[in-house]
């Protein structure tokens, strides 16, 4: 692409932006981002709020998780894609024009059916929005600068996602309904001004027309896990659904193993450590989507403890991986990823273990808080490593697919484990009144609440330890 001519004819390119304006593109990229990492935190401590003012039931709650993850999950890959084919920052700002509109949504939903489908809409605008945020930045920036850029991209956005559920307790805590609202209503003023930020600063950013978008496997994707999703949140969801999501997710597969311009290239996965390391931050962040989704839930109605309260369970995983993650980083380049991940994910089975033993007595003080220290640790020990060894089975050229199919897996993850677990802990709960995540006092309430959580931390915790064990057959570095 060129925009003007040497007096000589030699064609001059367009940089992606003005280098005055790096800055500016990554504060743009910083708020951008932040909105969609605090999203699911935020969204797990205000959901009891919610549930009560929505008369949301368990199921509906699930749901309400479940669509913002299933639309990130099937389309993030497309997101990038479509950066790639039309230009990063008209897709970044789309995306963020439809996350912005789905916020406000949230804000203004009156039943739970408005609520689902406003965080699927803002489920689509993160698809479009966060892969965006990484490349703008590694498009502004020269390769000498771009580490440090990221860095402060990372340190930031770390800071804003252990911040956000903080606020957003404090909001519901003071503000009762209108608080949980104003949570959502608060996107609205931050992504204008990353929008304002972005305008018109990016001359070089002209797509690329000959890039396909795989818009028939982000479709398959998409009907596979909605329907897997159906399948286990809904104990009566008819068999021929589940049946038509192994259907679905085996044509995805197909689609993709053919498809010109696959959205998720299968031979990447030839690699081993690529392999594992998928199959490790799948079983990881299925345990820990469980307990951070259900633990507020719990907390909230069962043991008396207050929205701001349950942050302090939050805030030691974000401290602690924001602290560890560039140590840890350096150690998994000395001796491997493999073993700081085994070591981290035992942590983190070790301390869901110890929730699964503290639920029945509902101590969130004395046992709920630094047990989830613990896990915050082992979480600090893999986040890094795991990010690692992603980028290390990947071939030279496809690091940004490693990172998107692994970002999506982590997605995928979590809206499994949700709906899973929410039908297990609905099981364990049994059938006693008021019903688990509905407010109660009653000892029988507190007991079946105690019983449902143990549920979900000990499967959690056997998850993790599988983790821990699969972590081990990731290959050392070569040196």
Not at 55 to 84: C, E, H, K, T
Not at 164 to 184: A, K, N, Q, Y
Not at 236 to 260: D, H, K, Q, R
Not at 380 to 392: D, E, F, N, S, Y
Request: proline letters at 5%.
């Amino acid at each position: 692409m060129t925009i003007a001519r040497a007096s000589e004819g030699t064609p001059v390119p367009v940089s992606f932006c003005a280098e005055g304006d790096r800055g500016i593109i990554l504060w743009a990229a910083i708020l951008a981002s932040s909105m969609g990492f605090i999203d699911s935190s935020v969204t797990s401590i205000a959901l009891p709020a919610m549930r009560e003012a929505l008369g949301a039931s368990l199921q509906q709650a699930q749901w309400i998780n479940a669509s913002y993850l299933l639309a990130v999950s099937s389309l993030v890959l497309v997101g990038g894609a479509a950066g790639d084919r039309f230009g990063i920052a008209r897709i970044f700002s789309l995306g963020i024009l439809v996350f912005v509109a789905g916020s406000l949504a949230c804000a203004f939903a009156m039943t739970p059916e408005q609520m689902i489908a406003a965080r699927a809409a803002k489920g689509v605008g993160a698809a479009m929005m966060v892969p965006g945020s990484m490349a703008m930045i590694s498009r502004a920036y020269p390769r000498a600068e771009r580490g440090r850029a990221l860095g402060l991209w990372a340190a930031a956005s770390t800071l804003t996602t252990a911040l956000g559920p903080v606020i957003g307790g404090m909001f519901v805590t003071w503000g009762g309904e209108l608080g949980w609202r104003l949570i959502f209503a608060l996107n609205l003023p931050l992504g204008l001004v990353a929008l304002w930020l972005v305008r018109g600063r990016t001359p070089g950013d002209i797509g690329k027309p000959g890039v396909r978008v795989d818009l028939p496997g982000a479709g398959l994707a998409t009907l596979g896990l909605g329907l897997m999703a159906w399948a286990l949140t809904d104990a009566a969801a008819p068999a021929w659904v589940a049946l038509a999501a192994l259907a679905s997710l085996a044509a995805f597969l197909v689609w993709e193993a053919v498809a010109p311009a696959p959205m998720l290239r299968l031979g990447l996965f030839r690699n081993r450590t690529l392999a594992v390391t998928n199959v490790v931050t799948f079983v990881l962040y299925f345990a820990l989507n469980g307990v951070m989704f259900y633990l507020p839930m719990t907390a909230v109605t069962a043991w008396n403890v207050t929205a701001l309260e349950v942050t302090a369970a939050f805030l030691p995983i974000s401290i602690l991986i924001g602290v560890l993650s560039a140590p840890a980083g350096r150690m998994a380049d000395r001796y491997g990823a493999g073993p700081l991940m085994a070591a981290g994910s035992a942590l983190v089975a070790l301390a869901y273990a110890g929730l699964w033993l503290a639920a029945p007595m509902g101590q969130f003080w004395a046992h709920v808080v630094p047990l989830t220290a613990l896990a915050g640790l082992g979480l600090g020990l893999v986040v890094a490593p795991l990010t690692a060894a992603a980028m290390q089975g990947a071939e030279d050229g496809e690091q940004g697919a490693a990172s998107g199919v692994n970002n999506a897996v982590a997605r995928v993850a979590g809206l499994i484990a949700v709906a899973l677990l929410g039908r297990m802990a609905a099981e364990a709960y049994g059938p006693v009144a008021p019903g688990f995540g509905v407010t109660g006092d009653s000892a029988q309430h507190l007991a079946a609440t105690g019983a449902a959580f143990g549920t979900v931390a000990l499967t959690s915790s056997l998850m993790a330890a599988l983790a821990a064990g699969l972590a081990l057959l990731v290959a050392r570095p070569v040196r």
